[in-house]
Structure formats: structure tokens, C-alpha cells
């Protein structure tokens, strides 16, 4: 089990010497320790956002930054640098905060647990890894949204680019032809790599694409801008094995910095206005405590603000700070300041579902899971050399589809996807049984059809449940709710069922496994998808972009929180659609794109 695992990699600690090399001499746990001095930029939150705009920001030696984190170093804990124990990280762990949604109308009224980084580096530090950009097509209507074509993939291509550096795989294998070259980048924080260790899938899945050529074509890199087809994974992890992470790639190198300091383990409860500025309400200053009954501490910006919370935590802190909807706030005696309704509305999210297989094979990995001694043997494998199956997380592949009989779909519902080059779903292949719902079968090999809504149509929401900083957000992905969506799943298991049909499955993929062996008529298959669907956990647009004249959105194109001065939101919040990708990478442009935007307020 993975909990067994944990255990093996908390027993092998000391043996762990790549952990003990982190500089501490910008890095404060407490906020009575901080130096007394002024600071540009406060920035709320040390995630995947939030650590990139503070290096890019300390390039400046004028400016100087605080960034505030509620949460651990990353190096509080071995796991989060291990791909294979990505599963491990959350829910219910130390470097989580460990929501719950309410009741999903759309999943026959289940909650869903809902976790998020609560940790140096954020979300970075505790998700899968996996590295996708989005279509062409999903920043064009960015940019067409906002008026701003600085959004558009065109001009965020160099800033994608910026934000990598590709390196070779953990095995080192020939990677040629399954990547292209051109549209990546090599200099940058976040090391990023192709499949660091084969599994019996590989050679199965791209016989896939020439058996089924008009089904699922060959694509030789998704993070081109047409992701459609399928082809070979990205992730972020280093040739050692590494998960690369915005603790790792963005902060940890220039905490040496003069000019940026560290708070860690420190929640900032709310903004603070200090006056107006050209009329609006200036909210330079932020409010901060340990916990609930520990003392308050406040800490003015004298430039700006700069709110990297995450979907959950940006407009819980707008909210708390009487920015929102009047009626909402004044129901928790929360004084209205400026008027957003839209502030924790439109949240987005993609459904998952793992549809196992039983497969005719001993190099699965379902025993690392359930045998200790193999684990540890790994385990000290990947430490001693960052080689062997804890450097990946098991998807080596992913397919990019559109649903089929568009014409006659589309007549019935409205396409949510961002054009004709952007895929409604994903499929991902996994070498061992895979579920978020169900427990792990104690014996037997599987292999994993995972199947994911990649460009949904429900929208959802994240309000206040009090007005105690302490107390969780009500959180509503509304995960299925839109019929489209549900088709739109079901559809995704139907796909997953072509994908192992084709030849090259003979022999290897012996039976549908458990409840998905069940559910053969789309009746069945509708109430299969809505018993086991949960979420992969990408939420985004609580406080979105939308055009600077506009009443609609929470931010302008600039990322500056509308009605007020001193704010702006940098993380994934602000997109006001969820990309059809994970979005990690998608995150790390719009940050480097966001400094750059900062840098030209504030020119020095």
C-alpha cells in the first residue's frame, strides 16, 4: 500500500544526504523573527506561482521581497522528491490543506476530498508531476477574453519557454523523435524530462498508434500547441529523478538573495487597506498569525501586494478582506469594501476516473505497493543512483482526443473546448491498478486506463463559510454537473476501451476489472462514471481575468485586482478557463509573464 511505502522512505531519511544541502539564511519561522525592514513586494503564498515571482523579482537588487508561506519547507518531509510517491503526499498529510467539497450533485451527491499544497513550492510539491502547456487555441481565447494579446500562446511561448529546462531522462535513453526540440527551453528553473524508466505499457501503446492511426495518431510533442494524438509524457523531474518543483527550481537557488526573505508556517489571515490611491481602496498590507489564538501581525508593502493563495486560498483572502460579493459578505458581518461578485465564482476543474484492467504480467507495479522489502530496495536504488521505478509516476504516455460525431454533438450542447485543435479528454496509461474511490486489490497486476475531462463545462464555486481566517472555504467544483461533462466521460471510457482493443492489447490486457467490467450499456456506463468520478484536483478562474473596462472578472489583463490599488493575483485564479492540461506549466508562464508585468509597473 502507499502508506507502506511512506513508511520505507521516512526509514531511509538518514540516508538522504541530497536533503541537507538548503540554505536557511533568508528562511524565518516565526514572524516575531523578521528583520525590521521595509519591503517592496509582499507576496502571500509560496507556491507554484508565488516562488517564481519572487526570484524573478529579486533579480532587481532594488526591490526587496517578503513571501509568506502558511505552510512547511519542502523539506520537512522526504517524500515530496520522489515521483513514484506523488499518491503518498495527499490527502490528510502534513503539507496539506486538507479540504473537503460539499455534496456533488453531478457524482450522486459524494464529497470529494480536495487537497492543495500547504508547503514550499505549493502545489508543486505534492502533484503528479506531469508537464502540459495547453493548446494554441486555450491561450488564444485568453487573450481574446481579456483584449490582451500578451496572453495569446504566440507571445507566451518565450515565457514557457523561460520557465524550463529540458533535460535528458533519469535512464538516459535515446529520445529522439519523441519530443520536438524547438518548442522548449533549456535555461530554465524547472528541470523537465521524458519517461525516466520503461514499463511493459510502452511498446503497447504506440503499436496503439499504428493500428488505430485515425483514432490515435502519433504526436510527437503535445506541448507544441497541438496536443491533440498521442504521445510521450512530460514531467517535471530532474535526470536524478527528482521532482522539480518551484521550491526547487525557483526559490531554494537565490534564498542567498539579500533582497528576499522567507516566512513559513505563517497563514495570512487578511489584506489590510491603508487609504486610497486614485480613488480606490490601496490594500498594501496584509495581516498574519500562526494560528488561530496566536498574535497578529501586520506588515505594510510599499509597493504591492501580490496574492499567490491558489484558486482556494485567493478568493478565501479577497473575501475575508471585503472584496466580493456585498450580500455574501455582509451575511458574515464581513464589511463590503469593493464590489466583485465574481470573486470565487466560475471555478473550473477536471473530472478523473481510473478504469482498471487485469494484465497478464509480473512488471507491473502494483507489488511496490504491497511488498516492503521490494520497496526499499528501490527506494535505495533511486537515492544511490535516481534510477528505476521511483523516478516517474507510472504514466509514461497520454493521449489528447475530441469527442467523435461533433456535428451531431454539438447540436445539443455548446463545445466548451477552446477550438478545433483542443481535446475534450485525456486518457493516460498507468502500469498498476489505479483508483481515488476504491481500495487497492491485495493481490493480482493491473494496468490503468485513467480517463479525464479535460475541457468541462461545470462551473463551480469557493465562498466563505465564516468570517474566521481559520475556518475551511465552502468548496464546489460541481464536478459532472453539466450533462455535457458526464457524456463527455463516458465517452472518455468508451475511448479507453478503443485504445485497449486494438491488437497490440491481446494477451497482455485480460479483462476489464471490477465495477468497469460491470458497465457495458451507456445506462450502466452514466451511473459508473457518476459512482466513481473524484477529480485530479487543477482547479482554477476564482478570481478571473477579463477585460480591464469590463464589469465582469476580479483581475485585469495586468493581473491587478479590479476596484482597488497595491493588489494583483498571480496564480492559477486568474485563468478564466482551465486549460485543457494540467496546469502546472501553464502557471509558471503566466508567473513569468506576471514579473515581467510587475518589473515594467515599478521601473527602476
Known amino acids: 500500500m502507499r502508506s507502506q511505502l511512506r513508511v520505507v522512505a521516512h526509514a531511509l531519511v538518514a540516508a538522504l544526504v541530497y536533503y541537507a544541502s538548503i540554505a536557511h539564511c533568508a528562511l524565518y519561522d516565526n514572524p516575531a523573527l523578521l528583520p525590521p525592514k521595509a519591503y517592496d513586494f509582499v507576496i502571500v503564498g509560496a507556491g507554484t506561482a508565488g516562488n517564481a515571482v519572487a526570484n524573478r523579482l529579486t533579480e532587481v537588487p532594488s526591490f526587496s521581497v517578503l513571501v509568506i508561506e502558511a505552510g512547511l519547507s519542502n523539506r520537512a518531509v522526504v517524500d515530496d522528491q520522489v515521483p513514484l ?63 490582451d494579446p500578451g496572453w495569446s500562446w504566440n507571445e507566451m511561448l518565450p515565457y514557457m519557454k523561460k520557465s524550463e529546462r529540458l533535460v535528458p531522462p533519469s535512464d538516459h535513453h535515446d529520445t529522439f523523435g519523441q519530443f520536438n526540440p524547438v518548442v522548449h527551453g533549456y535555461d530554465g528553473p524547472i528541470h523537465i524530462s521524458l519517461a525516466g524508466v520503461s514499463t511493459p505499457l510502452d511498446p503497447l501503446v504506440f503499436e496503439t498508434t499504428y493500428q488505430l492511426p485515425q483514432r490515435f495518431p502519433y504526436n510527437m510533442d503535445f506541448n507544441s500547441g497541438y496536443p491533440l494524438g498521442l504521445g510521450w509524457s512530460q514531467g517535471a523531474i530532474t535526470t536524478f529523478g527528482r521532482r522539480s518543483s518551484s521550491a526547487t527550481g525557483y526559490l531554494e537557488p537565490v534564498l542567498d538573495r539579500p533582497n528576499l526573505d522567507v516566512l513559513i508556517e ?121 534510477t528505476g521505478p521511483f523516478v516517474d509516476d507510472g504514466t509514461n504516455q497520454i493521449a489528447w482526443v475530441r469527442l467523435q460525431n461533433e456535428t451531431e454533438l454539438f447540436r445539443n450542447y455548446t463545445d466548451p473546448s477552446a477550438g478545433p485543435a483542443s481535446p475534450h479528454i485525456e486518457i493516460l496509461p498507468h502500469n498498476q491498478y489505479v483508483s481515488f474511490t476504491l481500495p487497492e486489490p491485495d493481490t493480482g497486476s493491473y494496468l490503468t486506463m485513467i480517463t479525464a475531462v479535460v475541457s468541462p463545462a461545470s462551473r ?44 497490440a492489447w491481446t494477451g497482455f490486457a485480460l479483462a476489464e476489472y471490477g ?90
Open 460 to 503: 463551480g464555486s469557493v465562498e466563505l463559510a465564516s468570517s474566521d481566517p481559520f475556518d475551511y472555504p465552502i468548496i464546489n467544483p460541481n464536478l459532472l454537473a453539466d450533462p455535457f461533462d458526464a457524456y463527455a466521460m463516458v465517452e472518455a471510457v468508451k475511448a479507453a476501451r478503443e485504445l485497449v482493443s486494438a491488437p
Open 85 to 147: 510517491l506523488d499518491s503518498t503526499l495527499a490527502p490528510d498529510t502534513s503539507i496539506t490543506w486538507n479540504y473537503t467539497t460539499t455534496e456533488q450533485i453531478g457524482l450522486l451527491n459524494r464529497t470529494v476530498v480536495y487537497p492543495r499544497g500547504r508547503v514550499l513550492g505549493g502545489t508543486s510539491t505534492i502533484n503528479f508531476c506531469v508537464w502540459t502547456r495547453g493548446s494554441a487555441d486555450d491561450w488564444d481565447r485568453y487573450a481574446n477574453v481579456t483584449g
Open 266 to 386: 505563517t497563514q495570512v489571515t487578511r489584506l489590510i487597506s491603508y487609504g486610497e490611491d486614485s480613488g480606490v481602496p490601496s490594500f498594501t498590507g496584509v495581516e498574519m498569525a500562526q494560528n488561530s489564538t496566536a498574535p497578529r501581525y501586520t506588515i505594510q508593502a510599499s509597493k504591492e501586494v501580490i496574492l499567490s493563495a491558489g484558486s482556494v486560498g485567493t478568493p478565501q483572502l479577497l473575501q475575508l478582506s471585503g472584496i466580493g460579493n456585498p450580500e455574501t459578505l455582509q451575511a458574515l458581518n464581513i464589511t463590503p469594501v469593493v464590489n466583485l461578485t465574481d470573486v470565487g465564482q466560475n471555478l473550473s476543474d477536471h473530472p478523473l476516473l481510473g478504469n482498471p484492467w487485469v494484465a497478464n504480467s509480473t512488471e507491473t507495479w502494483d507489488n511496490i505497493f504491497r511488498n516492503t522489502s521490494l520497496a526499499n530496495e528501490l527506494f535505495l536504488q533511486w537515492n544511490a543512483t535516481g
Open 515 to 604: 465495477a468497469l467490467a460491470d458497465a457495458q450499456t451507456d445506462e450502466e456506463l452514466y451511473t459508473y462514471v457518476r459512482n466513481y468520478t473524484t477529480t485530479v484536483w487543477h482547479p482554477v478562474g476564482t478570481a478571473s481575468m477579463a477585460a480591464a473596462g469590463s464589469d465582469e472578472g476580479v483581475v485585469t489583463p495586468a493581473l491587478l485586482v479590479k476596484g482597488t490599488a497595491g493588489l494583483r493575483v498571480v496564480d492559477a485564479s486568474v485563468l478564466p478557463y482551465i486549460p485543457s492540461a494540467h496546469p502546472q506549466a501553464a502557471i509558471y508562464a503566466v508567473a513569468e509573464r506576471a514579473a515581467d508585468l510587475i518589473k515594467a509597473a515599478w521601473p527602476q
